[in-house]
């Protein structure tokens, strides 16, 4: 197998063991810079997320308009699944809007990767 398949499944593991331990703290304090600053912070985590697993799939390459919603898919139900499990950790909630933004973020990053793929094959 490829190491670089085998690199990116790691990191997207270990990311979502991070965003995991970081929904475990009853409180987790992050600059806010503006309104819907926290709604940022989740597109962005789970963006690097779906990049992640983007690339740790084989052909590592987004060329298809179903890789960015397999990919989306993926981080919206991890999101999903973290908003859950803060439902049970003490002073934290779960909110169906935070999982939009992740699912958001998951969505951006992919097709994102969809674009630069179609953007340098047509200039190639």
């Not at 179903?66 to 699944?81: C, E, F, P, Q, S």
């Not at 973290?82 to 439902?87: A, K, M």
Request: glycine share 8%.
């Amino acid at each position: 197998m490829n190491p670089m398949f085998t690199l990116f499944r790691v990191l997207a593991v270990g990311w979502m063991m991070l965003i995991f331990l970081l929904s475990s703290q009853s409180s987790v304090s992050a600059p806010m810079l503006f309104s819907g600053t926290d709604k940022l912070l989740h597109a962005l985590c789970y963006g690097i997320l779906g990049f992640f697993l983007a690339r740790s799939f084989v052909p590592p390459i987004v060329t298809t308009w179903n890789r960015v919603l397999l990919v989306t898919a993926l981080v919206t139900a991890y999101g999903i699944a973290d908003e859950y499990h803060q439902w049970y950790v003490p002073r934290r909630e779960a909110s169906g809007w935070d999982a939009l933004a992740d699912g958001v973020g998951g969505f951006i990053v992919t097709w994102t990767m969809l674009w630069r793929h179609r953007h340098i094959a047509v200039s190639a």
